[in-house]
């Protein structure tokens, strides 16, 4: 194989690794992380419902 | 003798001197704690395009609730000007 | 470090929260005080914001800041008023008691305002008042005499306009005394209740190991909270103390007394004492601007016209506003892929540089502009108050669906992203209708379809240049679809699988601002660094295993590259789902970028972009340029040679993506706030499935009425 078809190969490893790395912190830690680009706390503090 | 009706029942523009909750519960503590507390003046100011919530006025502020809610608000309508 | 200390020159950073009511402009002097230098994170075990931040003392010293959740008051009602509450107690681990605390309070309504301040004042800790809003206070007439306040409480009152940050320096120079003085606050309470509140000071202090102001400061609150909200991560009250609570309250049930109501009574007659004496109300000058306003926002027709205006302006900006940005990254990208393409030679490598990588990525770049004008508009209609009346309006058309205005802001977030939304519902206390809220609230066009629509609208209609109504009135349309979809479905399951009774619904409504254009701006570069860091690593991660899967197996020598990806693992999944797929107008190739979407939706794009590339790359071989992707997608073709994305299947892919369940990260959310698989399956089998059925509808349909 040559050099550029096995440096493709490891990059995809490490692309899968990460990725699943990712997942399983993602479900350890509640919430979305801030990395879907929500706004939501803040429309949640403007428009206050009361209960 | 000043009648004592319902906040749902206020006409619009009116003021009224808060009484009363004959229906104790957790959301109407809040509704204290938000100032709305017996011998407070509150006025209604619009309802809502659909005819609910209702938009009121108290300390200076608005607030909104629905007819459903101001139902349990018993409140003493001020003599008219 | 002991809350009670006196205060004294701190060995360490003193540790600074800041508090108010929603809608007091909290996040404006937050930022004000901390510019960049602030982090947001989570509480462990809440699904609650921590926002943290640094601000320099005059000395240069740096001080901690925390940005508490607003609240009326600390009888929490929901979880992140708990967690305001547990932070101030001190009763969260993860969490240092803050040192000192900065009220923060709308000078245009200060008795409620001043309410929590009571509250805190208990807590015997150094408090800064910070009187916000001062600007509107004088336009409405209201004149504080703040030297009179100050003396009343005996703290530092330092009125601002945290907008255009006038007060934030002397609030710094007040933030860096080393002695604050603690504030002379006595109140009555009640006899009936004062033994009680004695006696829960007493277990608090001994068995829960509060010291003395503390203990007070907690014993009054659980006399006013009826149901009090814990919350994960809270420590718990001890078993005693939690014992003579419930012996007082069952006697004061017993003998008819409304103990909760009654120290909220002994608090605002002492704050009405206060607002007499240092409160002057101008003549109220007939209605205000706000008021005004309102009369036509509110209005039964002029309201609804608003609304739909809004939108509309919205949407039109979305498509003309970003087109220059979007062709200019679209031009840079294809510059560097070429140059990637001429340095290197060919290979795998290079290959997965230039059309998985950069391809993948790349796309999804090209629609920042767009993303940012959203938020832009979300932020500026959050920051001017018009959401609220939106919600205002909206509430009665919910009630009818059996939903509250409460879940309108959700299924409103869910514009943007529907996890945060679906943990918004957190607000809503019933839970038929916070589980009908989480199944609907993916049905709102997620700004992650927004590439997708986009790119299908791009392709859909014929020649270069799609007339501007085309697009306003489709993508319109495709939200319209969602709101729909959402809203009859809410009505479906409120009635058959979750009756139960409408909720209540109780709301501030503040007044109109002009919009603080600086943290509107700011808000756009923190969602847009979230965007790109979003991009740059799931996204990428996703591109370069797609275009793996897209890649091998490789077929024997001599197959035509169409060949070759059908070889691969990505055609092969393609050509397994493609029967299910076909009566809806799609092929295999859009099967894989189908089921790339649950990645992310907008992965699709990507996908589509790295399979079309792939195949038309070995087309061009030589070629310097990739082809734009309208144009390859305008080239495909069906085996028997039919154009593959004529206008019908545009449309029907996306009305597809209008309701089908893809996103992997939502089931995630779904399934932690539900607690069972049970939801998060029934809501993709539904979804995919009314997706399914209507794409079936237009296509069928559509093919039968010769389109």
Known sequence: ?51 | MPAEIKLSDLPVGASAVVRGYPKVGSAFLRLREMGLLPGTTVTLVRAAPMGDPLEIKVRGYHLTLRKSEADHVVVEANPSP | MSADAKPTLYPRTPVYAIIGNPNCGKSTLFNALTGLKQKVGNYPGVTVEKKQGTTYSQHGQPLAVIDLPGTYSLAARSPDEAVTRDVLLGRRADTPTPDRIICLVDATNLERNLYLVHQVLDLGRPVILVLNMMDLAAAAGVNIRVARLEKELGIPVIPCEAVNGKGILQLKLAMSRPDLPLSRHAWDVPPAIAAAVAELQASLAANDGKPPLSARAEALLLLTDQDSVRVAGSTPLSARTAEILQAWQKRWEAEGMDWAGALVNSRYEAIGRLAAEVVQPGVMAGPTVSDRIDAVVTHPIWGWLVLVAVMTLLFVSIFTLAEYPMDWIGVQVAALAGWVRGVMPPGDLRDLITDGAIEGVGTIITFLPQILILFFFIGLLENTGYMARAAFIMDRLMSRVGLNGKSFIPLLSSYACAIPGIMATRTIEDPKDRLTTILVAPLMSCSARLPVYLLMIAALVPGDRVPLATKVGLMLLMYALGTGGAFGFAWLFKRTLLKGAPPLMIMELPPYRLPGLKDVAMHMVERAGLFLKRAGTIILGISIVLWFLSTFPRAPAGATSIQQVEYSIAGRAGHAIEPLIKPIGFDWRIGIGLISSFAAREVFVSSTAVVFSVENFDANHEHADIAPLRVALRNARWPDGRPLFTPLVCLSLMIYYVFAMQCMSTIAVVRRETNTWRWPIFQTAYMTGAAWILSFIVYQGGTALGF
């Open chain 1, 1 to 51: 194989m040559s050099f550029q078809t096995i440096a493709a190969l490891a990059i995809v490893a490490l692309a899968v690794t990460g990725l699943i790395w990712r997942s399983v912190a993602k479900s350890a830690k509640p919430g979305c992380g801030g990395g879907c680009g929500c706004p939501s706390s803040e429309i949640k503090a403007k428009l206050k419902v009361v209960k």
